[in-house]
T-cell receptor, first 112, second 115 residues
């Protein structure tokens, strides 16, 4: 059974600081997704990572994928308050039955 | 594209009543997913469809829950009878079923409160 673990689950940080959210998964997969959810809102797709070594960046967020380590990271550079949200990673199951497995999410709170 | 459309956005009902949630996927998407989100249990996949056919309903909590997809542009999730523990946000999502990747696009959700 594919398991997806994120850490930390809660993170409070100061504006201007850098930090990384980690997403580990338990079986082979080369497709990983990051989503953002603002309080009271829906999930919004941020990044789609499709191969080992893939790196995607948008603004202060950068996501990477290491399929050999079964690890993806979401790095936040010089955090700003607007990035406060819950971030989910999700992984394709190995048999690619089109169901993706979500982690529990990382609630990020950026203090001004 | 209008994105995934869900209705109603909010529903308040009393225990024992029937509740029907509706979803219109993005045009051209072959897959439709129903999720439930609560603080305690997080995001749970309830059921998903491919080309209007239910593929996996193992996440449906009880027989009180049922889902249908009569055509490519409409799906319903029904709870009958509803109970207070069904209170949650229910999301519908759709994807193209592209063999390259399975990016899912989520609707705005329906916030259900069962009193």
């Amino acid at each position: 059974e594919l398991k997806v673990e994120q850490n930390p689950l809660f993170l409070s940080m100061q504006e201007g600081k850098n930090y990384t959210i980690y997403c580990n998964y338990s079986t082979t997969s080369d497709r990983l997704y990051w989503y953002r959810q603002d309080p009271g809102k829906s999930l919004e797709s941020l990044f789609v990572l499709l191969s080992n070594g893939a790196v995607k960046q948008e603004g202060r967020l950068m996501a990477s994928l290491d399929t050999k380590a079964r690890l993806s990271t979401l790095h936040i550079t010089a955090a700003v308050h607007d990035l406060s949200a819950t971030y989910f990673c999700a992984v394709d199951r190995e048999n690619r039955d089109d169901k993706i497995i979500f982690g529990k999410g990382t609630r990020l709170h950026i203090l001004p | 594209d209008a994105g995934v459309i869900q209705s109603p956005r909010h529903e308040v009902t009393e225990m024992g009543q029937e509740v029907t949630l509706r979803c219109k996927p993005i045009s051209g998407h072959d897959y439709l997913f129903w999720y439930r989100q609560t603080m305690m249990r997080g995001l749970e996949l309830l059921i998903y469809f491919n080309n209007n056919v239910p593929i996996d309903d193992s996440g449906m909590p009880e027989d009180r829950f049922s889902a249908k997809m009569p055509n490519a542009s409409f799906s319903t999730l029904k709870i009958q009878p509803s109970e207070p523990r069904d209170s949650a946000v229910y999301f519908c999502a759709s994807s193209r079923g592209d063999p390259a990747y399975n990016e899912q696009f989520f609707g705005p959700g329906t916030r259900l409160t069962v009193l």
